[in-house]
């Protein structure tokens, strides 16, 4: 080899092995994750709707207990109630306030996160129904957890083991906006696993989840 071509092997393995590096801490992206809180199309509170109006988890996230996936509730599942709630409950006392004060019919007023999902389905605050032609583009809600693809997950194990959603994902019900609680690292999945083996987690009492690898890699 000349000294030319070994310069060149040299810089092929350089960038091969600054791919193979940059690649490997993107794929560990999802361990260091924590605190991750991305803008959401729609500003929706969990603290308002699972705090406040104490609406079950599963009610939105129906996947938990039976599937792979908890899920996003689709745009239907917020229909069931924002089809006659258009906005806080505040607002509309304010407007009923202003009516009566001006002498005038009630407006009720439309708050301008829902106008979003009014959008999104089609829906005509003026006349309260659908108008297919109206349909906008479908609510884009933005993954906040992720594990790399070589990791086997189930929520529906955990869930029917009595693993509690915040013991995985924090106090949810107190978030205005979603945001990664856990590292979701090996050593997180592992630890719990262990620990619940040993007997030392009083609320997983008689659980026995395996530390095998194959039982979270294929
Ligand atoms: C009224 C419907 C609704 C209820 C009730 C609800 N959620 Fe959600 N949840 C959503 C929507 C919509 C999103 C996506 C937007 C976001 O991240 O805020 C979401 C996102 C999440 C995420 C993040 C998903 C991701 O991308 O990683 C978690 C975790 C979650 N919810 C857990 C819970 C838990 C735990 C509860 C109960 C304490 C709960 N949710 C109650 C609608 C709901
Ligand atoms: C079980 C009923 C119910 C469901 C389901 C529900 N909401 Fe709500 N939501 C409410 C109520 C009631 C309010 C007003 C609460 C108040 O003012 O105290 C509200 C308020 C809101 C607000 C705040 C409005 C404002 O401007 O203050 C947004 C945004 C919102 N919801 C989005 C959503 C989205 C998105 C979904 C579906 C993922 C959803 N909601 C599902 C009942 C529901
Ligand atoms: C043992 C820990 C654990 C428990 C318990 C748990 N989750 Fe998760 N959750 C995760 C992990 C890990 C992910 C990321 C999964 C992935 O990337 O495939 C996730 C993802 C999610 C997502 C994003 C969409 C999806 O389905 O992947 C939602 C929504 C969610 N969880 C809601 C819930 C709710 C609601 C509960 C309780 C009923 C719950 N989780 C219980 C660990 C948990
Ligand atoms: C807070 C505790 C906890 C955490 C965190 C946790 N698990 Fe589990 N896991 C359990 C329990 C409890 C079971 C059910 C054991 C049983 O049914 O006896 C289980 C079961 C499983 C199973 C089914 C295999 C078996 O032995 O039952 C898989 C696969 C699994 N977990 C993967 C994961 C992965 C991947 C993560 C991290 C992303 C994780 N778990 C995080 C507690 C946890
Ligand atoms: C309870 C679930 C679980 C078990 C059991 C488990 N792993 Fe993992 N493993 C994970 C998760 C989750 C990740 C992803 C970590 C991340 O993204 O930071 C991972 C990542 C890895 C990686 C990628 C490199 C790294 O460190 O991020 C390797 C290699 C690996 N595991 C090997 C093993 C081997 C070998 C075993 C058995 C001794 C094992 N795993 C057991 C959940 C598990």
Redesign the pocket.
């Known amino acids: 080899m000349t000294e030319r071509n070994i310069t060149i092997v040299l810089l092929i393995a350089l960038v091969t092995g600054t791919i193979i590096y940059a690649s490997s801490v993107d794929l560990n992206l999802p361990g260091n994750n924590q605190g991750y809180a991305p803008e959401q199309p729609i500003a929706f509170s969990h603290r308002l709707h699972s705090g406040n109006l104490q609406i079950d988890c599963q009610y939105c996230h129906t996947g938990a207990d039976k599937s792979r996936h908890a899920g996003i509730p689709p745009a239907s599942v917020c229909m069931n109630c924002h089809r006659f709630v258009t906005s806080s409950w505040d607002d509309v006392k304010i407007e009923e306030q202003k009516a009566q004060e001006e002498n005038r019919d009630l407006k009720i007023p439309v708050s301008e996160e829902l106008a979003k999902l009014y959008t999104a389905v089609g829906f005509d605050t003026e006349k309260m129904q659908y108008d297919p032609d109206k349909i906008g583009k479908p609510l884009e809600w933005v993954r906040v957890h992720s594990?790399p693809a070589y990791?086997?997950?189930?929520h529906r194990?955990?869930v029917n083991?009595d693993?509690a959603c915040q013991?995985?994902h924090g106090p949810i019900e107190t978030m205005e906006k979603v945001s990664q609680e856990?590292s979701?690292s090996m050593g997180?999945?592992v630890n719990?696993?262990r620990d619940?083996k040993n007997g030392i987690?009083a609320d997983?009492k008689g659980?026995?989840?395996?530390t095998n690898c194959t039982?979270?890699h294929y």
Request: charged share 10%; hydrophobic share 40%.
């Open positions: 594990l990791v086997y997950f189930d194990r955990h083991s693993v013991q995985c856990s979701l997180w999945c719990c696993h619940a987690l997983l659980k026995n989840p395996s039982v979270c």
